[in-house]
Nanobody, 115 residues
Framework: QVQLEESGGGLVQAGGSLRLSCAASGIIFSIDIMGWYRQAPGKQRELVATITRGGRLNYADSLKGRFTISRDNAKNTVYLQMNSLKPEDTAVYYC?????????WGQGTQVTVSS
């Protein structure tokens, strides 16, 4: 089992920045991919970015250049730096950890961007 705890969400004005963190605990040695997804009201959950244990990155095309994912394997933590935030970035952001064949999800953290 893997437990994920997200933090760092909140309310920010358009153009501002936030940094999300997701700390993993439990059977963590087997985690390969960690990532962030988001779900806006009335919409499906979508990929934001993922990073493998080896550092391979994958971003949603629309977010490249504004969002940066990083990972500290020693701390079992993944981060999401979000810059130049827009109102359309408002969503619940979820952390995901994959240790094949299992996926684990955090509870989510709300990010609200005001115009």
């Amino acid at each position: 089992q893997v437990q994920l705890e997200e933090s760092g969400g909140g309310l920010v004005q358009a153009g501002g920045s936030l940094r999300l963190s997701c700390a993993a605990s439990g059977i963590i040695f087997s985690i390969d991919i960690m990532g962030w997804y988001r779900q806006a009201p009335g919409k499906q959950r979508e990929l934001v970015a993922t990073i493998t244990r080896g550092g391979r990155l994958n971003y949603a095309d629309s977010l490249k250049g504004r969002f940066t994912i990083s990972r500290d394997n020693a701390k079992n933590t993944v981060y999401l730096q979000m810059n130049s935030l827009k109102p359309e970035d408002t969503a619940v952001y979820y952390c995901r950890a994959t240790t094949a064949p299992y996926d684990y999800w955090g509870q989510g953290t709300q990010v609200t961007v005001s115009s």
